[in-house]
């Protein structure tokens, strides 16, 4: 089980950026796909996520209306699209893969991808 993120740097407020997740090792269309962050010296905190069949999308309250996530089973990839970003969006971006199995949920993590809002 893999997922990469790709897609973060460095950008300026108010800027945009596309955050990518593929993913490969598991049935990618039967996860929910989950993008959470970490900023330094703060919790890890969900951000977007998005079911295995696609709709219903959720969002942090802080983030919505500047992001949209959406995946591409074909593709096996998850993309977080952020606009109007701020200082405060500067942490580093995790994708999470989520699955029930019974009575348990597993978790599958990438290694993160930085984003930094900054003039």
């Known amino acids: 089980v893999q997922l990469v993120e790709s897609g973060g740097g460095l950008v300026q407020p108010g800027g945009s950026l596309r955050l990518s997740c593929a993913v490969s090792g598991f049935t990618f269309s039967n996860y929910v796909i989950n993008w959470y962050r970490q900023a330094p010296g703060k919790e890890h905190e969900l951000v977007a996520g998005i079911p295995a069949a696609g709709g219903n999308t959720n969002y942090a309250d802080y983030m919505k209306g500047r992001v949209t996530i959406s995946r591409d089973n074909a593709k096996n990839t998850v993309y977080l699209q952020m606009s109007s970003l701020k200082p405060e969006d500067t942490a580093v971006y995790y994708c999470?893969?989520?699955?029930?199995?019974?009575?348990?949920?597993?978790?599958?993590w990438g290694q993160g991808t930085q984003v930094t809002v900054s003039s």
């Open positions: 999470n893969a989520q699955v029930r199995v019974g009575a348990n949920i597993l978790n599958y």
